[in-house]
């Protein structure tokens, strides 16, 4: 599975940003995605996840209420992040992450879930 992540950019904090992911796999369905993020020096942490069907949803405490995951299953193959209230600390480089064989309705939150993972996208907040 290949993943395309795109939709970083520059932005002032309080701005938003939506990101994407697309997949190459015909059977996008029956993965469970993932976000997660690197700031400089840091390590990768998670972000945000979805299960297959897109039922269950998972965020990171910071990430909550501000950012949001979502999927295009059926003419996409695409995974949403639309991210909301910007902060300095949210700059990083975005990763989006497919876990094939999830189990229905399951979400994951551990970059050791995850089989692929797309080349990131960079995010950078100013404030």
């Known amino acids: 599975v290949q993943l395309q992540a795109s939709g970083g950019g520059l932005v002032q904090a309080g701005g938003s940003l939506r990101l994407s992911c697309t997949a190459s796999t015909r059977s996008f369905s029956k993965y469970a995605m993932g976000w997660f993020r690197q700031a400089p020096g840091k390590e990768r942490e998670f972000v945000a996840a979805i299960s297959w069907g897109g039922s269950s949803r998972e965020y990171s405490d910071s990430t909550k209420g501000r950012f949001t995951i979502s999927r295009d299953n059926a003419n996409k193959k695409t995974v949403y992040l639309e991210m909301n209230s910007l902060k300095p600390e949210d700059t990083a480089v975005y990763y989006c992450?497919?876990?094939?064989?999830?189990?229905?309705?399951?979400?994951?939150?551990?970059?050791?879930?995850?089989?692929?993972w797309g080349q990131g996208t960079l995010v950078t907040v100013s404030s």
């Open positions: 992450a497919a876990r094939g064989q999830a189990i229905t309705s399951s979400v994951y939150v551990q970059a050791d879930d995850y089989s692929f």
